[in-house]
T-cell receptor, first 112, second 112 residues
Framework: SQKIEQNSEALNIQEGKTATLTCNYT??????LQWYRQDPGRGPVFLLL?????KEKRKERLKVTFDTTLKQSLFHITASQPADSATYLC???????????FGTGTRLQVTL | DAGVTQSPTHLIKTRGQQVTLRCSPK?????VSWYQQALGQGPQFIFQ???????QRGNFPDRFSGHQFPNYSSELNVNALLLGDSALYLC???????????FGEGSRLTVL
């Protein structure tokens, strides 16, 4: 069966450290993968998109990798801040554009 | 530039009733997708509208229907409400064949 797995347990890290979130998928062949941030009671906000032929993408303190062999994406936030505390969602394009299949998200808590 | 706007923000209905949720896409966007997000879960794709037609549909029953108007705004209708329909309903806009989605803040539906 098709699955997108993100660590359901919250990730707690100290301010200034690098947070690494994992997204694993099975039985999909996505053309590209996206990461979104979601705050409680709010809609998701787009962060990064990476295509299947790209290994790595960066945006300011954010970095995402995409390994189609391992069927895994890693999402890194360097020099993390308390304001980075949120739920981070991984999403795959599993059909034509705009149809995303989301993971359940990982909650990140950055403490002082 | 207004982003994606949704209304109402919160509503309470009883089982068996019908509900209509509304969405105005971001300026310049012509594609609207609807997602359902249950508590603690990732958003699930309901359907997508482009050029006033339903282009793709997720695994949702016919009780879920929609419409897109000439100005690209959209409605989601749910008939014969069930307790399990309680969720955050998210509208996302984009241009056709581009990956990034812009989400509204959602409509929180509670079915009693």
């Amino acid at each position: 069966s098709q699955k997108i797995e993100q660590n359901s347990e919250a990730l707690n890290i100290q301010e200034g450290k690098t947070a690494t979130l994992t997204c694993n998928y099975t039985n999909y062949s996505p053309a590209y993968l996206q990461w979104y941030r979601q705050d409680p009671g709010r809609g998701p906000v787009f962060l990064l998109l990476i295509r299947e032929n790209e290994k790595e993408k960066r945006k300011e303190r954010l970095k995402v990798t995409f390994d189609t062999t391992l069927k895994q994406s890693l999402f890194h936030i360097t020099a993390s801040q308390p304001a980075d505390s949120a739920t981070y969602l991984c999403a795959l394009h599993t059909g034509t554009a705009s149809k995303l299949t989301f993971g359940t998200g990982t909650r990140l808590q950055v403490t002082l | 530039d207004a982003g994606v706007t949704q209304s109402p923000t919160h509503l309470i209905k009883t089982r068996g009733q019908q509900v209509t949720l509304r969405c105005s896409p971001k300026s310049g966007h012509d594609t609207v997708s609807w997602y359902q997000q249950a508590l603690g879960q990732g958003p699930q794709f309901i359907f997508q509208y482009y050029e006033e037609e339903e282009r793709q549909r997720g695994n949702f029953p016919d009780r879920f229907s929609g419409h897109q108007f000439p100005n690209y705004s959209s409605e989601l209708n749910v008939n014969a409400l069930l307790l399990g329909d309680s969720a955050l309903y998210l509208c996302a806009s984009s241009t056709m064949n581009t990956g990034e989605l812009f989400f509204g803040e959602g409509s929180r539906l509670t079915v009693l």
